[in-house]
């Protein structure tokens, strides 16, 4: 099993471009997760899915949209990039119901000059 | 609101020298605190959940500890091996199983 995977690995984006960052997982997860990673902030949660079809706001959504048209992909959309988008980005998924671990990708590096 | 304290935020060890990293906390009703091993440019990797205060769990070097208000990763004897950022998180009883992280401890062991 590959796990959680994540392209692309890197990407450097001007100001005011749009990209999509894919997410997908091998596990038949219902549940999964973007988080970005920024120095002295931890990892903070932007958008979640409980299942194929359904998204929900996280702590730092604005700026993002994310669609989970099938249930191994997630996939997260900057429409217009901006500098405060600089992060390293990492998906996640989980087994629904009790206090089940998250398992990571290796993440999404994304510069935005 | 969850909150999740990490300290230190960074711990210099020697090759064999022991030590803990403190993870406080404040959660409304705790489903599970997990800890996590995350290395350089790396995806974190689950080490361990714990449930209940006064569970305790152990995984080679490691050994995590849980009270109502924190929770300790001790680290005996470590290599340089064990260097590495740990994070900590907890888990409310709410839908979507989300997480609150800590900010992280970097850990580094010389030789």
């Known amino acids: 099993n590959a796990g959680v995977t994540q392209t692309p690995k890197f990407r450097v984006l001007k100001t005011g471009q749009s990209m999509t960052l894919l997410c997908a997982q091998d596990?038949?997860?219902?549940?999964m997760y973007w988080y970005r990673q920024d120095p002295g902030m931890g990892l903070r949660l932007i958008h979640y899915s409980v299942g194929e079809g359904t998204t929900a706001k996280g702590e730092v959504p604005d700026g993002y949209n994310v669609s989970r048209l099938k249930k191994q992909n997630f996939l997260l959309g900057l429409e217009s990039a901006a500098p405060s988008q600089t992060s390293v980005y990492f998906c996640a998924s989980c087994a629904p119901g009790g206090a089940y671990e998250q398992y990571f990708g290796p993440g999404t590096r994304l510069t935005v000059t | 609101e969850d909150q999740v304290t990490q300290s230190p935020e960074a711990l210099r060890l020697q090759e064999g020298e022991s030590s803990s990293l403190n993870c406080s906390y404040t959660v409304s009703g705790l489903r599970g605190l997990f800890w996590y091993r995350q290395d350089p440019g790396k995806g974190p990797e689950f080490l361990f959940t714990?449930?209940?205060a006064g569970e305790e769990k152990e995984k080679e070097r490691l050994k995590a500890t849980l009270t109502k208000k924190e929770s300790f990763l001790h680290i005996t004897a470590p290599n340089p091996e064990d260097s590495a950022t740990y994070l900590c998180?907890?888990?409310?009883?709410?839908?979507?199983?989300?997480?609150?992280f800590g900010g992280g401890t970097r850990l580094m062991v010389k030789p």
């Open positions: 596990m038949n997860h219902e549940y």
């Open positions: 714990l449930y209940s």
């Open positions: 998180a907890v888990q409310a009883p709410v839908a979507g199983n989300m997480l609150t």
